[in-house]
């Protein structure tokens, strides 16, 4: 027992220093100069029954320091009053256009076909992708362009800060965004040499051309993961991508409860493993090594086996306060950290267990099966050849 409680107390420090050391070579939003001439941008934004925050985020976008700008709505078949609020909106706003869909064609997820459709209208240089409840400061478009632009870079994805209206999401959204860090290594995209890279949801700006090369949002059809995958895409067809920290410039409400948070969750969890249910046993294995066998392992021993133990363990709560310092949460997040593990492991194998039990996924209201989700899978991160050829 000494002997295993040492060696994991070795697993939890080396995580520990990779962390560290992945912190360190996260890109941040730095720039020499500015733009000696702006690119020409379209706002895509997708919205299905997004009446309580459309408005709002879309008044921040139009705050935004940015010329040549367009923002296109995709109303994705609201049912509530979405379309009429953007509709009101835009009568004094003409830079506000509005795309109505009222179907959804088979072998697509809605999201992902409003996302087609609203870059179909785009003539622009640049395709910023972000989603309806996102909040942007004015100044942090124009830098992220010009950070692109110096870079040369065909995707840039941001990691927006994350906020909720319930107090008790904020543990949960530090130990997700570990995992999440320890899953995707966001840091890595920049690297030719490696075969990663993570766009984000709130925040996914790319170059048309090389958008449309790849076959745009067609190859992510039926991924409830496309904006992940979409730089992943990007950069295996030969094109440059990296990922920043930006909670200093942009926002969004994560989950408004604890109830939307485990429901939001249910179309995530299997596609990270490509509905491999084999690949999900795995994973769960070392999540609960990772995040809840350190807060066990005190109550089994004792001793010098003990002692290796409470090391293991306080190794993972400066991983998770480093998370929390990175990601801007509230630092009294971190006594937590032993209840919060736990909690998101059980939303996780739910989510698989439902899966498997469903034989597919709803999403929004849709439900989408496993054949068709399977017939969009990609080989995992880490497990493709790299194509170090630049466009």
Not at 168 to 186: A, E, K, Q
Not at 197 to 206: Q, Y
Not at 291 to 319: D, K, N, Q, R
Not at 335 to 356: G, H, K, M, N, Q
Request: with cysteine; net charge neutral.
């Amino acid at each position: 027992m000494i002997l295993f409680c040492a060696l994991f107390f070795v697993y939890q420090s080396a995580l520990l220093i990779f962390l560290i050391r992945g912190a360190t070579k996260l890109s941040k939003l730095e720039t020499k100069a500015p733009l000696a001439k702006a690119p020409t941008l379209s706002i895509v934004v997708p919205a299905r029954n997004e009446e309580d925050t459309i408005e709002t985020g879309l008044r921040s976008l139009l705050k935004c320091e940015y010329p040549h700008l367009e923002i296109i709505v995709v109303n994705d078949r609201s049912t509530d009053g979405t379309l009429q609020r953007v509709e009101s909106l835009s009568q004094n706003h003409p830079e506000v256009k509005i795309l109505n869909l009222q179907e959804l064609p088979e072998n697509w997820l809605g999201k992902n076909h409003a996302l087609q459709r609203g870059s179909e209208q785009s003539t622009s240089e640049l395709i910023l992708f972000t989603d309806a409840d996102v909040e942007i400061e004015s100044d942090f478009l124009k830098k992220a362009v010009c950070f692109l632009e110096e870079h040369r870079l065909d995707h840039l994805g941001g990691i927006p800060k994350v906020t909720s209206r319930s107090l008790i999401l904020y543990p949960l959204v530090g130990v997700f965004g570990l995992g999440f860090s320890l899953f995707t290594r966001p840091w890595e995209g920049k690297d030719p040499s490696k075969d990663r890279a993570v766009g984000i949801g709130a925040f996914n700006l790319v170059r048309r051309n090389a958008y449309q090369k790849v076959g745009g949002h067609q190859s992510l059809a039926m991924r409830p993961d496309d904006d992940l995958k979409l730089a992943l895409v990007l950069k295996r067809a030969g094109f440059k991508t990296d990922c920043v920290n930006g909670v200093e410039g942009m926002e969004v409400e994560w989950y408004p409860s604890f109830l939307s948070l485990v429901r939001g969750l249910e179309k995530n969890v299997m596609t990270g493993f490509e509905y491999d249910f084999r690949l999900a046993f795995v994973g769960l294995f070392f999540f609960a090594a990772t995040f809840i066998l350190p807060f066990a392992l005190p109550f089994l021993t004792e001793g010098t086996a003990l002692a290796f133990s409470l090391l293991a363990a306080t190794a993972l709560f400066l991983s998770y306060l480093g998370q929390l310092y990175l990601a801007k949460l509230p630092l009294w997040c971190l006594p937590f950290l032993p209840l919060a593990s736990p909690v998101i492991f059980t939303i996780f194998f739910r989510d698989c267990l439902l899966t498997y039990l469903r034989k597919g996924v709803t999403w929004r209201g849709t439900f989408y099966s496993l054949e068709h989700l399977r017939a969009n899978r990609m080989p995992l991160p880490g497990t493709h050849s790299p194509n170090n050829k630049s466009r």
